[in-house]
């Protein structure tokens, strides 16, 4: 009986160090694993923008319907991938009348122009927690290629939602660049200054 215990204590510590390094180092292969879909949530994401009038003080909007993917991979950045399309019609700046005038064509022109979208070209690593990621931009009809710094804020299982991964972005565009003039509206003078001010933070879920 003796003997069998020690066999057994022999066995168990023989198969501890293998369990430890099978944790350490995934087999050949298994990085692939590392590449997660994430579709952006409406319930975690905010997408607002924000834009100085009269050189005076801030008005800050933003939009309701968007859907969109996200590819994260934290060992290869280069997998990393971000597809998001906005309906332009659903901007919310808590004023009904300014935003019936943001949706005119004298702005973004929702009719014509009925969706906003970004879509990733490429991404590399800034640090351990930002990327660069290159990709076209579009607005009122009009693309552009631009490179934003975007943040990871994390990634984990969360109760009750899953699979979860977080990202945060803030950058600026010239909004007379995408053709999102408001001529009529300030008399073709700058009454709201042409920089904008981008922020989204994005919450997508692993289906």
């Not at 801030?58 to 991979?73: A, C, H, I, M, P």
């Not at 660049?177 to 989204?200: C, E, K, M, Q, Y």
Request: aromatic residues 10%; contains cysteine.
């Amino acid at each position: 009986m003796k003997k069998i215990r020690v066999v057994a204590v022999i066995v168990i510590l023989a198969a501890l160090p293998l369990t430890t390094n099978g944790r350490r180092n995934p087999t050949p292969g298994a990085s692939n694993s590392d590449v997660k879909v994430y579709t952006v949530s409406k319930s975690y994401s905010t997408l607002s923008f924000t834009a100085t009038k009269w050189m005076v003080f801030k008005e800050e909007g933003l939009f309701q319907d968007f859907r969109g993917n996200l590819t994260y991979s934290a060992q290869d950045p280069s997998k990393c991938k971000i597809d998001v399309t906005v309906q332009a019609a659903s901007l919310d700046t808590r004023n009904w009348v300014r935003d019936r005038e943001l949706r005119s064509d004298d702005f973004f022109d929702v009719e014509q122009y009925p969706t906003l979208s970004f879509r990733s070209t490429e991404v590399t690593a800034a640090d351990k927690a930002t990327y660069n990621v290159e990709g076209d931009l579009t607005i009122h009809g009009v693309t552009k290629h631009i490179s934003v710094p975007v943040k990871v804020i994390g990634v984990r299982m969360m109760p009750g939602i899953g699979d979860f991964a977080g990202f945060e972005t803030t950058f600026s565009i010239d909004r007379r660049d995408f053709g999102v003039l408001g001529s009529r509206w300030s008399g073709n003078t700058l009454a709201i200054d042409p920089t904008v001010v981008l922020h989204l933070i994005i919450g997508g879920v692993h289906e």
